[in-house]
Each structure stands twice: as C-alpha cells, then as structure tokens.
C-alpha cells in the first residue's frame, strides 16, 4: 500500500466509504482521510486488514476540497 492509493474500508464507523492513504505507519496500519468527515489534517489510524484496496492512486493530496472532488468521482462511478 502507498501514499495516495485509495481504499475502501471495510470495518468500522467508516464501512463502505472512500478513502485516500496519507501515511503509510508499518506494514499493519496506515492513516486515511476524505476530506470531510476525516480531514487531511486529522487523519484515522486504520489496519490494513479493515481496507480494501481498489486500482486508483491519487498522485497529489494537498485540499481537502480537491481530495472530496477526487472521491466524489469515485463514487460516481461505481453507481
């Protein structure tokens, strides 16, 4: 998992929705943000193995507002 990759969680308050990877911690946890209701200053520690994977990386994460705009697409798309 890298920086910028964007998951889905599978576990949790936050199951289904979409996220960005801000850091990657260890090999176990990561920190996520969307943008709105985890701000990119104040991301959530999650397990890895609370996420999915998809195949699209977010190459520059600097708004939030452009991070909200990125996810919305996704979301978009997958209705």
């Given at each position: ?12 308050k936050e199951k289904g929705g979409y ?37 699209t990386v977010i190459d ?20």
């Amino acid at each position: 998992m890298q920086r910028g990759t964007v998951v889905i969680a599978a576990a949790g308050k936050e199951k289904g929705g979409y996220y960005v990877v801000t850091e990657v911690l260890d090999d176990r946890y990561v920190l996520i943000a969307d943008g709105r209701r985890r701000p990119i200053e104040k991301p959530k520690k999650k397990n890895l193995a609370h996420l999915r994977r998809t195949n699209t990386v977010i190459d520059e994460i600097s708004t939030n507002r452009m991070l909200r705009k990125q996810l919305s697409s996704m979301t978009q798309e997958d209705k």
